[in-house]
């Protein structure tokens, strides 16, 4: 097994390198295709840049995970995804070369390199404004991609900032349309459920969200794009919140300040033209990309004469997300490893990154290398830093062994020198004590002996997993008794571990679950706050005497949670649940485990997930 990134070879069998974190592959080859280093990866595929034997001219190489080559489900997609975007004859959608199944049954998809950045880095945050100039370079090019989809019969449903790509070429900047991983065709409808989530929730339509909205076309990708253009001109997103659930109930809700009260002095024809967008009925938006793009023409030309006939201003790489870098060097090129002056250029773009994502959670996103290479199609990952990987199948301080989990379409894990996501807290691990008493351990079978155990730095989600996030990650519609504020209950094991691997993330070990619940306050001796005499789980964080110092709510007296240990016929759930009285205390305590079949349907089990903590570069 060969590594693109130190270029090591390994064992057979071995899936990532032990060095770097990166994906192994079967040899430097992919097809015909000479791969030169790792670009980005994601949790569905990794992008590389490789050279092209034929021509000797340099290209971008998506591939399918090994674990996700393996689903036929993610297979299809794959393809469909090779098939919507070689279909399209259109500068403004990258370009597709090539398409194969490797003698391994590895598929790959060879596209275009490109060469610039996304618009996330162009976004200013207020007082400073993106120039109208650039807003309408890249909403027209934007607009054009999006109108050979759309007549093409195909919907993207995951535009956002990070998949529109402003890229540099010999004729100037021209904005190109990225990841059609999730887009639907006319011909393959049937891949996923019509209402299921399937895109970035700040930037969904209502009735991508919820199955009784309406269907899914053109207009949803019309209001994607009034999302867009919302933020280019506002700096700010209009569903802006901490947490996803937050975003979901806004979207629905319509809460947000029209574009007028957040920038003033615009025409009147754009302030319009951003409400038809994102209009919530799906009838009241512009019917497709050429209509929009017709219309915004239109209110362009109500801009003052000396705003249209500006030049546009090139971007300087002093708004939103850092400096712009330049291409690589011949010698970084050839090495496949940047020297001194691209590290320190890297370091100041994720610093950068971070200051943005702290100022505007509801588009944070895993930060971006200073080498701004991309090919479309790895979601939210085709420009990333190479990330550490959460691995589910890799524990510590645990008791029993864990079936790897499954990772289709997750979400890139977090990226070296980023801080701990909004939802999640960072913990620093240690040695600690885990278990219960001698006297307790003969009263409960489940219980385990107090021992010493370690466990090292890693995330946890600050809250249960709610019901509505759990449709999202699982890519179903929410239920009607949903709501954005309770959490998910009869959750089953493997549902808990898809909507954490589909996050990116993974189950919690019972060591560190506990490791997270002995650092309350309220823990006094073995005893946690219970909450008995109730008939149903609270809002998440609602209680605030249920939250530990470092902010980790609902550990105990909510919902019983699932973890990583266990086996195959009993897995290990933690926590005390809103139905555990005085009868058994010590089922309420840091230290209560339940052995439970991974299929109870169970009203008290809900999930919390973790991740590993982020490396940090030195």
Not at 553 to 565: H, P, Y
Request: hydrophobic share 40%; aromatic share 6%.
């Amino acid at each position: 097994m060969y590594c693109p990134v130190c270029r090591s070879e390994y064992p057979e069998g071995w899936k990532r390198c032990p060095t770097d974190e990166a994906q192994l592959l079967r040899g430097p080859t992919v097809g015909k295709y000479k791969i030169d280093r790792v670009i980005g990866q994601g949790g569905m595929g990794a992008v590389y840049r490789a050279e092209n034997p034929d021509t000797q001219t340099q290209v971008a190489v998506k591939l399918l995970h090994g674990g996700s080559a393996g689903q036929e489900q993610a297979r299809a997609r794959f393809q469909r995804e090779a098939a919507a975007v070689a279909a399209l004859r259109t500068r403004h959608v990258v370009s597709i070369h090539d398409f194969g199944n490797d003698v391994d049954g590895t598929l790959y998809l060879v596209m275009e390199l490109l060469e610039g950045h996304t618009l996330r880095k162009e976004i200013a945050r207020p007082p400073d404004a993106m120039p109208i100039g650039r807003v309408n370079l890249v909403l027209d090019g934007v607009l054009r991609g999006l109108g050979a989809a759309h007549r093409a019969g195909i919907v993207h449903r995951d535009l956002k900032p990070e998949n529109v790509f402003i890229a540099r070429t010999d004729d100037g900047e021209v904005t190109k349309l990225l990841d059609f991983g999730v887009a639907r065709t006319a011909a393959a409808t049937t891949l996923t459920q019509s209402g299921a989530l399937m895109g970035t929730p700040a930037y969904m339509a209502p009735e991508q969200i919820a199955g009784n909205r309406g269907e899914i076309g053109p207009w949803s990708d019309v209001y994607a794009v009034g999302v867009i253009l919302y933020e280019m001109l506002a700096g700010v997103a209009p569903f802006a919140a901490d947490s996803m659930t937050e975003i979901l109930s806004k979207v629905l809700s319509r809460d947000l300040a029209p574009l007028r009260s957040v920038r003033a002095g615009l025409p009147e024809a754009v302030y319009q033209l951003c409400e038809r967008a994102l209009a919530d009925a799906a009838g009241d938006r512009f019917a497709d990309a050429d209509a929009m793009r017709d219309a915004w023409a239109a209110a362009f030309a109500t801009f003052p004469a000396d705003v249209r006939a500006a030049p546009v201003p090139r971007f300087g790489g002093d708004r939103g997300g850092g400096e712009m870098a330049s291409a690589p060097t011949a010698a970084a090129t050839a090495s496949g490893t940047p020297g001194p002056e691209r590290r320190r250029e890297r370091q100041q773009d994720l610093r950068s990154q971070d200051r943005s994502a702290a100022e505007h959670p509801s588009t944070r996103t895993p930060s971006r290398r200073g080498l701004l290479v991309a090919a479309g199609g790895v979601a939210a990952a085709v420009v990333s830093v190479i990330a550490v990987t959460g691995r589910s199948g890799q524990h510590r301080g645990t008791t029993a062994p864990i079936d790897a989990a499954p990772a289709l379409d997750a979400a890139p894990a977090l990226p070296l020198d980023a801080g701990p996501p909004l939802d999640m807290v960072a913990l620093p691990g240690g040695a600690f004590t885990m278990g219960s008493p001698p006297d307790v351990v003969k009263r409960y079978p489940s219980a385990l002996a107090a021992q010493t155990t370690e466990v090292a730095a890693f995330l946890l989600d600050r809250h249960e997993m709610t019901a509505i996030e759990l449709a999202s990650a699982l890519g179903r519609a929410p239920g009607p008794n949903d709501q954005p504020d309770l959490p998910a209950r009869a959750v089953t094991w493997a549902d808990a571990q898809r909507a954490c691997a589909a996050l990116g993330k993974r189950l919690p070990t019972e060591a560190e679950w506990e490791y997270a619940a002995r650092r309350s306050p309220l823990a006094i001796g073995d005893a946690v706050l219970r909450r008995p005499g109730v008939d149903g789980p609270a809002a998440v964080g609602s209680h605030p005497g249920d939250c530990t110092t470092d902010g980790v709510c609902d550990l105990l007296g909510n919902l019983m949670e699932w973890t990583s240990d266990g086996t195959p016929a009993a897995r290990i759930a933690r926590g005390a649940s809103y139905g555990v009285g005085p009868i058994d205390p010590w089922y309420a305590t840091v230290a209560a485990r339940t052995a439970v079949p991974p299929d109870r349907v169970d009203p008290e089990l809900g999930v919390r997930c973790a991740a590993d903590a982020p490396r940090r570069t030195r």
